[in-house]
């Protein structure tokens, strides 16, 4: 059985400190050999120019493999499809392909008429150029719009019948939130692979945030803990003893693959990766 493979996940900067703090993650995360980094957008696409730089600029610096985020927000068709010309002459070949948040202070998404109404469209277009791996999120926890108990995974099915050929999940809490999408994923027809989204917990007040924004459930033991840790000054130990232990369940249930959401701040991932053993041997060599 071959070894349990990773990822990582990075924002494009959007200040010159934080050019130096993408890039000092990027040193410090790149010898654990992940198969491929992805780069957001921003809310509204905000950062798209930014996102495009940073793609070409960490394909070209470190070979690696890099997955582009591209959304369906404030941009037509043509425009959408001509940013996906660019990562592809790029030598860029998996995208991310996303709905998109929408724009600050706006009440929910609003596709324009002559844009993509949703994901799946975004797949479609972007299969028939043949020249792209797509990846497209998913909710194991109910996605705050779904409209109905099996949503999300009616429209992850929709997208991967659209072309997608892998998911990335959004982040959750409990292995088995992940395995009970997976078995309704299963049985629903969906066979191409779902990587689960791993947040580690760098700041519990802006994972709670994060949660409240996009659905994830937080356990109440997990809330007193780090109430009980944050008084102890324990916080640290805690997030890497849980994002440790979700990660070994996830492993030892047929998980082949992990995808770390960073932050651009590497010590809580690097630290997890080193825990569960997932460091290549030529690391091991150097270190011995």
Not at 170 to 199: N, S, V, Y
Request: with cysteine; net charge negative.
């Amino acid at each position: 059985m071959p070894a349990p493979t990773i990822s990582f996940e990075f924002f494009p900067p959007k200040s010159l400190d934080a050019s130096f703090q993408l890039w000092d993650t990027i040193k410090s995360l790149q010898h654990l050999d992940p198969s491929f980094v992805s780069v957001t957008y921003g809310a509204g696409g905000t950062t798209r120019q930014l996102t495009h730089e940073a793609v070409e600029t960490i394909r070209g610096r470190t070979g690696i493999e890099v997955a582009a985020h591209l959304t369906c927000v404030d941009a037509s068709r043509e425009e959408t499809l001509e940013i996906a010309e660019r990562y592809a002459a790029a030598g860029v070949s998996k995208i991310v392909a996303l709905r998109g948040d929408p724009p600050a202070g706006a009440d929910g998404f609003r596709a324009r008429e002559d844009g993509f109404a949703n994901s799946a469209e975004l797949v479609e277009a972007l299969a028939e150029t043949g020249k792209f791996e797509i990846a497209v999120g998913a909710y194991p926890d109910p996605h705050p719009e779904a409209g109905y108990d099996g949503a999300d995974v009616d429209w992850l099915k929709r997208k991967i019948d659209a072309g997608a050929t892998s998911a990335i999940t959004q982040f959750f809490f409990e292995a088995e939130t992940f395995f009970r999408f997976r078995d309704r994923c299963a049985k629903a027809g969906i066979d191409a692979q779902i990587l689960p989204g791993i947040l580690p917990i760098q700041s519990w007040n802006g994972v709670k945030k994060f949660a409240a924004r996009c659905g994830a459930r937080i356990p109440s033991a997990l809330e007193r803990g780090f109430e009980t840790a944050e008084r102890d000054g324990r916080s640290d130990l805690l997030a890497l003893t849980h994002c440790t232990t979700l990660c070994t369940r996830l492993l030892d249930e047929g998980v082949e693959h992990l995808h770390f959401y960073t932050l651009n701040r590497p010590d809580m991932t690097r630290e997890v990766v080193h825990a569960l053993g997932l460091v290549p041997p030529a690391v091991l060599e150097n270190v011995a």
